[in-house]
Structure formats: structure tokens, C-alpha cells
């Protein structure tokens, strides 16, 4: 199936440091959505943007919807060991009978303390 | 509350066999989503159950199927397995169906020798 551009792949950052990922697109999404998964467990929903420019922060993440619907990209300030894992983000469509859900491959972000 | 679980956590089989994974979701929700997650692929999405009907699909062949029980419950079955299978299977259940309101299970890992 389709895949979503997400970059980049990894990650090997100092504590402390800030960190950016994006995701980008050729058809545009609805909802776009940032999960983190850790090790031998299933993703969790770290924030859901709705609306084109849309600016979301849960702590000290932040996302933002582009504005063209076809990108978006999720800012970690001041990274700690905990946030370890792989970051995916996903394209959702739905409503209607085309209902789309698409994931990025995920970005490995490695914390050294 | 309890979790969304899944079972098996682990399994072998052999290629032209046929599995059967199990998911119990959260207390009160009614739809089931099923991901597959591979290195390569990355995370993709199966199908989705509400209310013991399928609602949504993602593109996958027809050896892939599911269903629902009026508990809520959902099984997937893939019949006459191929290597590339072989995957970690996540589901994750929702109050509405929409991935934002997700929680994933921690996936059934699938060997296909």
C-alpha cells in the first residue's frame, strides 16, 4: 500500500537536545497523527491534528498540520532518556466509503544520556 | 480499565497453514482495527470491525479475513500462509472507529517457516 515519506529514518541524539521529524505526502489526509511505540508494544496516539495549520503540543511535543495537507511534522524539545522508541506518524481519511489510514515508517530516535 | 489484548503473543507456522489470532478490546468499545507491521512495509492497515460488520479495508488479498463477535471480540485468519506473513499483527479498539481514539494491543508475532 501506499506509504507515507517520513524522515528522517534515525535518530542519535544527546539529553537535552531538540528533535524533529516530518512526514510528507502526495495525497492529502484529513487528520494527521503522531503515535510512539516502544519495544514489544503496540503504538500510542501522541497527538492528532485536524486542520491545515493546525499547531498541537502535548508537553514538550509540538505538531503541526501542514498547510497544503500533505506533510506534517512533530517537534521534542529538551529530549530525555524515556523518549526512546520509534516515532510513526499516519494520514487518516475518513468519512465516506474511501476511508484511508496510512502510516509513515516510523523514525528510531536513540537518547544518550 | 483493562488494555486491549491479544493472543497468542507468539507463533510458528509453516507455510500453506492457516492462522487464527484472537483480540479482546476495551470494556465498552465496539470497533476493532487490525495493522500489520513489518520492517519493510512498515505499519499497515488490515480492516476494521464495528458492531460485528467490517467497515473499513485496507488492500490486502483475500487470504486475509475477520471477524467480529457480539461481544466485540475480533479474530483475523490468514489462511495458506506465505513467508512474507510473517509480521507482527496489532489491533487496536475504539469507542468510534477513528484511529485518534485508538488504543493499540501489544500484537501477536507471526514466524511463517
Known amino acids: 500500500g501506499q506509504q507515507l515519506n517520513q524522515s528522517p529514518q534515525s535518530m542519535f541524539i544527546q539529553e537535552g537536545e531538540d528533535v524533529s521529524m516530518n512526514c510528507t505526502s502526495s495525497s492529502i489526509f484529513n487528520t494527521w497523527l503522531w503515535y510512539k511505540q516502544d519495544p514489544g508494544e503496540g503504538p500510542v496516539l501522541l497527538i492528532a491534528?485536524?486542520?491545515?495549520?493546525e499547531l498541537t503540543s502535548n508537553g514538550r511535543l509540538t505538531a503541526q498540520f501542514g498547510i497544503t495537507r500533505k506533510d506534517s511534522f512533530l517537534n521534542i524539545s529538551a529530549s530525555i532518556p524515556s523518549d526512546v522508541g520509534i516515532y510513526f506518524c499516519a494520514g487518516e481519511n475518513s468519512g465516506g466509503s474511501n476511508y484511508k489510514l496510512t502510516f509513515g515508517k516510523g523514525t528510531l530516535l536513540t537518547v544518550n544520556p | 480499565k483493562a488494555g486491549v489484548t491479544q493472543t497468542p503473543r507468539y507463533l510458528i507456522k509453516t507455510r500453506g497453514q492457516q492462522v487464527t489470532l484472537s483480540c479482546s478490546p476495551i470494556s465498552g468499545h465496539r470497533s476493532v482495527s487490525w495493522y500489520q507491521q513489518t520492517p519493510g512495509q512498515g505499519l499497515q492497515f488490515l480492516f476494521e470491525y464495528f458492531s460485528e460488520t467490517q467497515r473499513n479495508k485496507g488492500n490486502f488479498p483475500g487470504r486475509f479475513s475477520g471477524r467480529q463477535f457480539s461481544n466485540s471480540r475480533s479474530e483475523m485468519n490468514v489462511s495458506t500462509l506465505e513467508l512474507g506473513d510473517s509480521a507482527l499483527y496489532l489491533c487496536?479498539?475504539?469507542?468510534?472507529?477513528?484511529?485518534?481514539?485508538?488504543?493499540f494491543g501489544p500484537g501477536t508475532r507471526l514466524l511463517v517457516l
Open positions: 487496536a479498539s475504539s469507542s468510534q472507529g477513528l484511529a485518534k481514539t485508538q488504543y
Open positions: 491534528l485536524y486542520k491545515a495549520g
